[in-house]
């Protein structure tokens, strides 16, 4: 039923920047939480960012002061601008709805729909 369409990701070096762009359909994206969430090789999908409905965002404490999580309501888009990017951000990044959680065990990753998501490697 829903669907994300997730963009932007590529290798950037330390230090770099990027900004990911996630599509999503339905006409009532404006009334929903979004979020941003990553899975590195053998880890959990974990949480990156929320934004509510109305544009408060928040931020995993590894990314905060880092990156910026934004929505356009309008165009039924949520953006995530990533600077001071480290070798530890390299990740498949998700776009999905706030699903309320810092991470997302397989059980509950099986139960929601996603994205294939964007790679993004960080590397010299």
């Known amino acids: 039923q829903v669907q994300f369409v997730e963009s932007g990701g590529g290798l950037v070096q330390p230090g770099g920047s990027l900004r990911l762009s996630c599509a999503a359909s339905g006409s009532i994206f404006s009334i929903y939480a979004m979020a941003w969430y990553r899975q590195a090789p053998g880890n959990q999908r974990e949480l990156v960012a929320t934004?509510?409905?109305?544009?408060?965002?928040n931020y995993a404490d590894s990314v905060k002061g880092r990156f910026t999580i934004s929505r356009d309501n309008a165009k039924n888009m949520v953006y995530l601008q990533m600077n001071s990017l480290k070798p530890e951000d390299t990740a498949v990044y998700y776009c999905n709805l706030d699903l309320g959680r810092a991470v997302v065990p397989d059980t509950v990753l099986r139960r929601n729909y996603w994205g294939q998501g964007t790679q993004v490697t960080v590397s010299s």
């Open positions: 934004i509510t409905s109305d544009g408060i965002p």
